[in-house]
């Protein structure tokens, strides 16, 4: 008998030995971190296109929705460089940190749907008045973080609903390559033939990635076609300006809880759901928390929040080996804070150039995320709720001022939750 009584005991010290303890808030890094000789060994032709990629679709598509909704709302040409500058500042700075010591693609970026938000708020409100709201949305993404409710709600959805949102928001990026083949073929119809062919001949696409094939007859298209045109002079390097804050009931309750929501739940949601259907375990925590440290950084040059977004996620995983792919996000990194310094001549460079290329090389790029957002989504469970999530985020709805994939992805989880109980009980 005390035999027994001592194995039991010890069967239970084994028993809770093996039971998951508390999660630190701090989520540590599973491998060893990245070191310069291991980034040099790990780098190839693959992961340094999608990292270019990266940058080109941030720094077109992303800047160009920036500049309009700055100018639409009365900033001037300082200002604008301003923001531009801290958005790629605090982009490039996070992306390398994290990703070199987590040896994960961790692309951080900026919110475009906050950056839309803002329009009808800078036609009523003072440009301090915006940047008050940008350091209270920092601190309270800060706070949030260091609760660690971000990740207890992103454990509880499901991530079929999470990618049925990934995969309505990507859609755009799929339905713009038929929109710039039927627009503009000469630029778009060569890419895509590229593309094409560089994936379906394995041997070329060995030597020449077809991304970043894309990217090259894209050019010579573009240069062919006679229509990269620079209009104006103007600055090469950045001025960053520091714009005091003006705290107003207003704009706090206008703006406030929607850009900490559209950073949390829809950016750096998609962000993590990407990362997680590419193999990797991104850290939620360090993600929010980080999150708001760049966006009071962002904010001091008079920039809207800093998160982790999807598309640029979805792109630096696009190929290559897991275990490399971090890769990518540090050349993207880098590329972003060149892009810092020369912010001024990077837009107006972008700028020239003909929409088409941009529309099909980011959609191009993103067509392997689309598929696999719409398989995650789909494939398995909790299909309806995927469903309901999918049609709402894509309807646009917009209340209370917060991007519609939020309202999908609670709507499609209440739904879920009601009507696909089996699921969740077998989770």
């Known amino acids: 008998m005390p035999q027994s009584s001592k194995a039991r005991s010890t069967a239970n010290k084994s028993a809770r030995a ?4 508390p999660q630190p808030l701090f989520e540590r890094p599973r491998v060893r971190p990245a070191g310069i000789r291991d980034f040099l060994r790990d780098i190839g032709p693959h992961y340094a296109s999608n990292g270019a990629v990266g940058l080109a679709f941030s720094a077109s598509g992303p800047i160009a929705v920036t500049l309009t909704v700055g100018s ?17 500042l605090s982009a490039g700075a996070a992306t390398v940190l994290m990703s070199m010591i987590y040896r994960q693609p961790l692309g951080f970026a900026w919110s475009i749907p906050g950056t839309v938000l803002l329009g009808p708020s800078l036609q ?40 049925a949102m ?39 696409g060995k030597y020449l990635p077809p991304v970043l094939g894309t990217l090259a007859v894209g050019i010579v298209s573009v240069a062919l076609s006679g229509r990269f045109i620079i209009e104006g002079g103007g600055p090469v390097f950045a001025s960053p300006l520091f714009t005091a804050p003006v705290f107003t009931w207003a704009a706090q309750l206008e703006l406030v809880i929607p850009l900490a929501l559209t950073v949390l739940v829809v950016q750096n949601g998609q962000g993590a759901a990407v990362l997680t259907a590419a193999g990797h375990k991104p850290p939620i925590n360090v993600f929010a928390m980080s999150s708001g440290v760049f966006s009071l950084l962002n904010a001091s040059f008079g920039g809207i929040s800093a998160c982790v977004t999807g598309p640029t996620n979805a792109l630096l995983t696009a190929s290559g080996q897991k275990n490399r ?17 020369v912010a001024p001549m990077l837009t107006r460079l972008m700028l020239a150039t003909p929409q088409a290329f941009i529309l099909a090389l980011g959609g191009i790029a993103m067509l392997r995320a689309l598929q696999q957002a719409f398989v995650a989504a789909f494939a398995t469970k909790f299909t309806l709720g995927a469903l309901v999530t999918f049609v709402v985020t894509i309807s646009g709805l917009n209340l209370f001022n917060i991007h519609a994939a939020f309202w999908g992805v609670v709507i499609g989880y209440g739904v879920s939750r009601l009507l696909e109980r089996q699921d969740h009980a077998t989770t």
Not at 132 to 154: D, E, N, P, Y
Not at 166 to 186: E, K, M, N, Q, Y
């Open 124 to 163: 009523h409100l003072s440009f301090p008045e915006v940047v008050g709201a940008f350091f209270s949305a920092g601190v309270l993404i800060l706070a949030l973080g260091a609760t660690g409710v971000v990740r207890r709600i992103m454990a509880a959805i499901p991530l079929p609903i999470v990618m």
């Open 72 to 88: 639409l709302g009365g900033l001037t040409q300082g200002q604008l460089a301003s923001w531009v500058f801290a958005i790629f």
């Open 18 to 21: 093996l039971q998951p303890g």
């Open 166 to 204: 990934v995969a309505a928001v990507f859609l755009r990026f799929g339905t713009d390559i038929v929109t710039s083949t039927r627009d503009d073929p000469a630029v778009a119809v060569p890419m895509v033939v590229a593309f094409l062919v560089l994936t379906a001949v394995p041997a070329l």
């Open 325 to 341: 792919q971090y890769t990518a996000a540090v050349i993207y990194g880098l590329l972003s804070l060149v892009c810092a310094l």
